[in-house]
T-cell receptor, first 114, second 117 residues
């Protein structure tokens, strides 16, 4: 079974632009969560989608948004990029997202904002 | 609010030494899950173990073992006879057991383990 895939793997954007990152979960998994990893703040939860609905959200500004499609693939969007948005963005999928919380992570998208 | 503390920022050991990574957590929930993840230089988080708060039995998996003590809110991870391939950053994490929020992991700051020959 293929693991979680994220595209693109690397991205360089300019301050003020917007960016869309994509995540394809493990086949059959319906929950997708997104995390931001920076040297200063560590790993922080962004949001979780389950059956195309956002079920949980972390403490990030409204510039960070996401969505999930009927095939469980998810995208996250960051608008009006700031230098501080430079980070490794990790996506994780789980079967149901309930109870177990066991998640499988993708390789991440490394975003650099200049 | 939940919190996970990994006080050890970096640990260096020589191959074949045993090493213990500490994890202390805070939560108001009576039911929760604890995790350990490994992050090699490639960046992908690799799942190592999950424990339910009701199960305090220690676990051993090959060279890895975990000691869960609810009384001290600790979930420590020991690698026996460390190897160079164990070099990575290790994260301890906590999640609530409520259905709506179980997928939200609260991570510690990680411990970088360097194993040298």
């Amino acid at each position: 079974k293929a693991g979680v895939t994220q595209t693109p793997r690397y991205l360089i954007k300019t301050r003020g632009q917007q960016v869309t990152l994509s995540c394809s979960p493990i086949s059959g998994h319906r929950s997708v969560s997104w995390y931001q990893q920076t040297p200063g703040q560590g790993l922080q939860f962004l949001f979780e989608y389950f059956s195309e609905t956002q079920r949980n959200k972390g403490n990030f500004p409204g510039r960070f948004s996401g969505r999930q499609f009927s095939n469980s693939r998810s995208e996250m969007n960051v608008s009006t990029l700031e230098l501080g948005d430079s980070a490794l963005y990790l996506c994780a999928s789980s079967l149901r997202g309930q109870g177990s919380g066991q998640q499988y992570f993708g390789p991440g998208t490394r975003l650099t904002v200049t | 609010a939940q919190k996970v503390t990994q006080a050890q920022t970096e640990i260096s050991v020589v191959e074949k030494e045993d090493v213990t990574l500490d994890c202390v957590y805070e939560t108001r929930d009576t039911t929760y899950y604890l995790f350990w993840y490994k992050q090699p230089p490639s960046g992908e988080l690799v799942f190592l173990i999950r424990r339910n708060s009701f199960d305090e039995q220690n676990e051993i998996s090959g060279r890895y073992s975990w000691n869960f003590q609810k009384s001290t809110s600790s979930f420590n991870f020991t690698i026996t006879a460390s190897q160079v391939v164990d070099s990575a950053v290790y994260f301890c994490a906590l999640s609530e057991a409520r259905a709506s929020t179980a997928s939200k992991l609260t991570f510690g700051t990680g411990t970088r383990l360097q194993v040298t020959l």
